[in-house]
């Protein structure tokens, strides 16, 4: 049974991007050395914000 190939897209990546994983600490560590901000403030702003990257950055400035 042959099998169709999956496209390769850039789509999942960017949307990934776009969101702060605030239970991963990679990804935690990675906005907190971005913004100058602590772990534990990252982790407040992903949960007071929403995991948007952006929002989360926006929160961290204030």
């Known amino acids: ?3 169709a190939k999956k496209q390769a897209s850039s789509r999942g990546r960017s949307q990934d991007r ?3 994983a605030g239970g991963q600490k990679h990804e935690v560590q990675y ?3 971005k913004t ?3 772990a534990a403030d ?3 702003a992903v949960k007071s914000a929403g995991n948007s990257r952006t929002k989360v950055e926006r929160e ?3």
Do not use: D, N
């Open 1 to 3: 049974m042959a099998t």
């Open 18 to 20: 776009s969101k702060v």
């Open 31 to 33: 906005e907190a050395k």
């Open 36 to 38: 100058g901000a602590s």
């Open 42 to 44: 990252v982790k407040r």
């Open 60 to 62: 961290l400035k204030k």
